[in-house]
């Protein structure tokens, strides 16, 4: 074990006499989609790893259809989360002043677009110099296939048990999106989980944007946000290390593989000449649900799973119907927008009598409206939403402010208040709670660049829960603070370190968790990558701590790429289990949090054809426990210390 630990910590001193190579936080330099995937998610706790990957896959289509910086609205800028609203203003701003970009270096003129946004940026813009963009509908047709296949190399309980698991191991999916320029866009998905009999997830949807008065309209799956969320939100990933930065980005369709997060029907938003817009949105899909004996809701399912005989009697047994809108109005740096929406279900919500589900939904029909409001200018950036539920009377509010002193000082404060009663099925936002409810709290975020490659990033977040939450008897409160700074070593080495420190009660009681983490990162050359991780969580008197070393490999001639990951861990218990970020597939996110005592592994390899229209990637996994004869539990249980997973996908672009 000894030697394990030497080769984890040694393995990252590479090609210390480099000397011209860029950081990876340089200006100049660009980044790859893998290295930007690690360094947007590289946050300790994920509350929805489901709904960051349906982002992530977002981001994914824009980087493959990258805008032209000198022709990019508004609108198009708004769908890069890392681009506040003051930034997109500066660009416009810089462009109107000194004509086109002929390079994306230029970005360093702008007065607020920070190295670490530059790079981001250049995975999703390029500087073209056309004078007009192309107005043909449906413009040059493209389409992209993908095929994934998860093969378990074990067995579960739930497949070797009569009344187990309907289906085979095998975990299976594709996706096909056709593209015609900027104006149409349609695609298509099915999905099998591991232990389902059946193809049983599967959507679509056609978009036309930018064709007339519409500026974007979808037909079959999408997803809605408005203002800052209360209402409707869903097309703005939500995260305490970069809190909002600017509003919901209104319709989008439904590009990835969730299940559960979406609608189903058609939308539509109309440009009113200038400063007005018109949304109106049409779904009826049905849901899973858990039913009391009287045949009433008790709790809407969100995982998915149809393996069980028990899993598929709750398959889609309730009816949802939901009809919205919006209008928005924009001018001077200002705008001014109303959302709501009415929704009804085919049964009754009854959530039960326990103390925690007192505040959830109860009844059939349920109703949201809020206005949302802002102010942008130069440096300074004001915003918020307040919204009214029917389904208690309750109310709910939420305001930002963020000031950009330069382009290496960012200050932003981020206000909410939720009461117990107020509640909205599609409702996301900026909390502590999985959905805005039962809380009020102050973020308070600093993002500084003090030295010329140093970067930190500091937040302090105090809430408060009037109503018991689960495991709780009374009213609870917390705070979380988070320190974090990334220097530049030289050309070639970058070091990461974080402290969080996390006072949230539980079962009536304070849980203080404390976790660091210690990262450096190694560019050998234009080649070689590596990655050297340790991290370490405390709970009250338990400790966990993780090491891990990552290494890829580029192969550019031969179109490979080679990654790989080798990890150990030991937690005294559950409590302090550590979170890792894992290799993953193209377009894709994967993470997992570990306990107990053992080591990992994962080696994964992808070619990509010099045409770019061919992508292979294979992926195998290992996990050994070292204080264990079996994982997991019922019928998810492993009857062994390993695990060996392997996964396979395959891409066509034409």
Same mark, same amino acid.
């Given at each position: 074990m000894r030697r394990l630990f030497i080769l984890l910590l040694l393995l990252p001193l590479c090609a210390a006499q480099a000397q011209n190579s860029s950081p990876l936080g340089e200006a100049g330099k660009g980044a790859s989609w893998d290295d930007f995937v690690e360094e947007y998610t590289s946050d300790e706790e994920r509350a929805d790893e489901e709904d960051l990957q349906l982002h992530l896959q977002d981001l994914k289509e824009l980087s493959e259809h990258p805008l032209n910086i000198n022709t990019a609205t508004v609108e198009d800028f708004l769908r890069l989360p890392f681009l506040s609203e003051a930034q997109i203003e500066q660009i416009h701003a810089y462009i109107y002043l000194? %004509?086109?970009?002929?390079?994306?270096? $230029?970005?360093?003129?702008?007065?607020?677009?920070?190295?670490?946004?530059?790079?981001?940026?250049?995975?999703?813009?390029?500087?073209?110099?056309?004078?007009?963009?192309?107005? &043909?509908?449906?413009?040059?047709?493209?389409?992209?296939?993908?095929?994934?296949?998860?093969?378990?190399?074990?067995?579960?309980?739930g497949q070797q048990r009569a009344d187990g698991y309907r289906g085979d191991a095998l975990y299976h999916r594709m996706r096909y999106t056709l593209t015609g320029g900027r104006?149409?866009?349609?695609?298509?998905?099915?999905?099998?989980?591991? %232990?389902?009999?059946?193809?049983?997830?599967?959507?679509?949807?056609?978009?036309?944007?930018?064709?007339?008065?519409?500026?974007?309209?979808?037909?079959?799956?999408?997803r809605v946000g408005f203002g800052e969320g209360l209402v409707m939100g869903s097309s703005v990933w939500q995260s305490k290390t970069a809190p909002p930065l600017k509003v919901q980005g209104g319709l989008r369709p439904m590009t990835g593989m969730d299940e559960v997060n979406f609608l189903r029907g058609a939308a539509v938003t109309l440009a009113l000449g200038r400063r007005f817009t018109l949304s109106a949105f049409g779904s009826y899909r049905k849901r899973d649900a858990t039913l009391t004996d009287a045949g009433e809701v008790q709790t809407l399912r969100t995982d998915g799973y149809h393996r069980t005989a028990s899993e598929w009697d709750r398959k889609r047994n309730v009816g949802s119907t939901v009809l919205g809108g919006n209008i928005g109005w924009q001018g001077g740096g200002f705008h001014l927008g109303a959302t709501g929406y009415w929704q009804q279900f085919s049964r009754t919500f009854n959530p039960g009598s326990?103390?925690?589900?007192?505040?959830?939904? *109860?009844? *059939?029909?349920?109703?949201?409206?809020?206005?949302?409001? /802002?102010?942008?200018?130069?440096? =300074?950036?004001?915003?918020?939403?307040?919204?009214?539920? @029917?389904?208690?009377? %309750?109310?709910?509010?939420?305001?930002?402010?963020?000031?950009?002193?330069?382009?290496?000082?960012?200050?932003?404060?981020?206000?909410?208040?939720?009461?117990?009663?107020?509640?909205?099925?599609?409702? #996301?936002?900026? @909390?502590?709670? @999985?959905?805005?409810?039962?809380?009020?709290?102050?973020?308070? #975020?600093?993002?500084? $660049?003090?030295?010329?490659?140093?970067?930190?990033?500091?937040?302090?977040?105090?809430?408060? #829960?009037?109503?018991?939450?689960?495991?709780?008897?009374?009213?609870?409160?917390?705070?979380?603070?988070? +320190?974090?700074?990334?220097?530049?070593?030289? %050309?070639?080495?970058?070091?990461?370190a974080r402290y969080?420190?996390?006072?949230? $009660?539980?079962?009536?009681?304070?849980?203080?968790? #404390?976790?660091?983490? +210690?990262?450096?990162?190694?560019?050998?050359?234009? &080649?070689?990558?590596?990655?050297?991780? /340790?991290?370490?969580?405390?709970?009250? /008197?338990?400790?966990?701590?993780?090491?891990?070393?990552?290494?890829?490999?580029?192969?550019?001639?031969?179109?490979?790429?080679?990654?790989?990951?080798?990890?150990?861990?030991?937690?005294?218990?559950?409590?302090?289990?550590?979170?890792?970020?894992?290799?993953?597939?193209?377009?894709?996110?994967?993470?997992?949090?570990?306990?107990?005592?053992?080591?990992?592994?994962?080696?994964?390899?992808?070619?990509?054809? *010099?045409?770019?229209?061919?992508?292979? $990637?294979? &992926?195998?996994?290992?996990?050994?426990?070292?204080?264990?004869?079996?994982?997991?539990?019922?019928?998810?249980?492993? =009857?062994?210390?390993?695990r060996n997973d392997l996964s396979v996908q395959l891409r066509l672009k034409i």
């Open positions: 000194h %004509g086109q970009m002929q390079t994306m270096a $230029e970005l360093r003129l702008v007065p607020l677009i920070d190295d670490v946004t530059r790079r981001r940026l250049s995975l999703f813009a390029y500087a073209g110099t056309e004078q007009k963009q192309d107005r &043909r509908f449906p413009g040059r047709l493209r389409h992209d296939l993908s095929t994934r296949l998860d093969v378990p190399l074990y067995y579960r309980v104006h149409l866009q349609a695609g298509l998905r099915v999905e099998k989980d591991a %232990g389902e009999r059946f193809y049983d997830s599967y959507g679509g949807y056609v978009m036309l944007q930018d064709v007339g008065p519409v500026q974007r309209a979808v037909a079959g799956d999408f326990q103390q925690y589900r007192a505040i959830y939904p *109860r009844g *059939r029909s349920f109703g949201v409206a809020g206005l949302n409001y /802002g102010y942008t200018r130069y440096r =300074l950036s004001l915003s918020g939403e307040t919204a009214y539920s @029917s389904a208690g009377g %309750g109310l709910a509010t939420v305001n930002r402010a963020s000031w950009t002193a330069s382009r290496r000082y960012t200050l932003s404060v981020v206000q909410r208040f939720f009461s117990y009663d107020y509640y909205s099925f599609y409702g #996301h936002t900026l @909390s502590e709670n @999985s959905v805005p409810q039962n809380e009020s709290g102050v973020l308070v #975020h600093l993002q500084a $660049e003090p030295l010329a490659g140093l970067s930190l990033t500091a937040y302090a977040d105090f809430f408060h #829960h009037p109503w018991p939450r689960y495991r709780m008897t009374r009213s609870s409160t917390g705070q979380e603070f988070m +320190l974090q700074g990334v220097y530049a070593l030289s %050309g070639r080495h970058s070091l990461l969080q420190l996390k006072r949230k $009660e539980n079962a009536d009681r304070m849980e203080p968790h #404390h976790r660091a983490k +210690l990262q450096w990162t190694c560019e050998a050359s234009g &080649r070689w990558r590596l990655q050297t991780t /340790g991290a370490f969580h405390h709970v009250l /008197g338990s400790n966990g701590f993780l090491l891990s070393q990552n290494a890829r490999f580029i192969v550019k001639k031969a179109g490979l790429t080679f990654s790989g990951q080798l990890g150990y861990f030991h937690t005294d218990d559950y409590a302090s289990r550590i979170y890792i970020l894992h290799p993953a597939l193209y377009s894709s996110i994967s993470s997992a949090t570990y306990s107990g005592h053992g080591m990992l592994g994962i080696a994964m390899c992808r070619w990509q054809s *010099r045409s770019g229209r061919w992508m292979l $990637e294979g &992926r195998y996994s290992l996990l050994r426990y070292f204080d264990r004869d079996e994982q997991g539990s019922g019928l998810q249980a492993i =009857l062994s210390p390993w």
